[in-house]
């Protein structure tokens, strides 16, 4: 009797090991890849993109193109007044002026890749890569010395209104009509949408994105 016991109660540990090995191995070899091209033609569908969007967010770039500075003063000046914020930017618990400044950088080169360049592959993967630097790849990039690990998900998603509704004034600056604005002001903001998108598949569970 006492044998049978024992054989059972080795049963039910390795068991236990098992599945609790699985769900360690689920977490850790979770795969995150580049959403394909054929995903970002359905994604594009359903954000209404049309051809008039890619005209108009090309003039878009060339009206931004020689304003980024003054562009990123008003982003940078957001998050710097908001301490929740900035606090990603932090290293050894206080924000760092060096991280703030190689990824302003980065956020200009954004800005002129997301209006000129053409949405390919290539495009797609460095989507991915700037997925990972919100998250797992955090603060690799420019090594920064124990920095949040990740920006949280729910700052990802509310960043897109700022994002969108400061542009407007720096749309119009150059003279072009109402109309010309309404429309590269809209292919700004699905722009920005998508990239979001694109940004935030590894926040999401496998098979749910
Ligand atoms: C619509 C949402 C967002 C946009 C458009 C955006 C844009 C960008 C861009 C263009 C970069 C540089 C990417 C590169 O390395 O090439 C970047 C990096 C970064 N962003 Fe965002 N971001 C968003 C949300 C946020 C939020 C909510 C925060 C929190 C304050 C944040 C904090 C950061 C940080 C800390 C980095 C540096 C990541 C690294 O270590 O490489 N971002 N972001």
Redesign the pocket.
């Known amino acids: 009797m006492k044998t049978h016991t024992n054989i059972l109660l080795g049963i039910l540990l390795a068991t236990t090991i098992s599945t609790s090995c699985a769900q360690e191995k689920m977490a850790t070899t979770q795969k995150y890849e580049p959403v394909t091209i054929e995903e970002l033609a359905l994604l594009k569908k359903t954000l209404l993109w049309s051809a008039e969007d890619d005209r108009y967010l090309k003039m878009a770039g060339e009206v931004l193109e020689d304003q980024l500075d003054d562009v990123l003063d008003v982003w940078y000046g957001y ?1 710097g007044a908001n301490h929740h ?1 900035v606090y ?2 932090n290293s050894n618990e206080k924000p760092s002026a060096d991280y703030l400044a190689k ?1 302003r950088l ?2 200009k ?2 800005v002129l890749d997301l209006c000129h360049k053409p949405y390919n592959q290539d495009w797609l993967d460095y989507q991915h890569e ?1 997925g990972l ?2 998250t797992s ?6 090594q ?1 010395k124990n920095t949040p690990k990740i ?1 949280h998900y729910r ?2 998603m ?3 209104y700022p ?1 969108t509704v400061t542009i407007k004034p720096f749309l119009s600056k150059k003279g072009h009509s109402d109309e010309d604005v309404e429309k590269m002001y809209n292919a700004w903001f699905k722009a ?1 949408v998508l ?2 998108i694109l940004w935030t598949k590894p926040y999401i569970k496998d098979g749910k994105f």
């Open positions: 998050v914020l990603y930017f990824v980065r956020f080169q954004w700037i630097r919100h790849k955090k603060g690799k990039t420019d920064v920006v700052y990802m509310a960043f897109v994002i920005v990239s979001d």
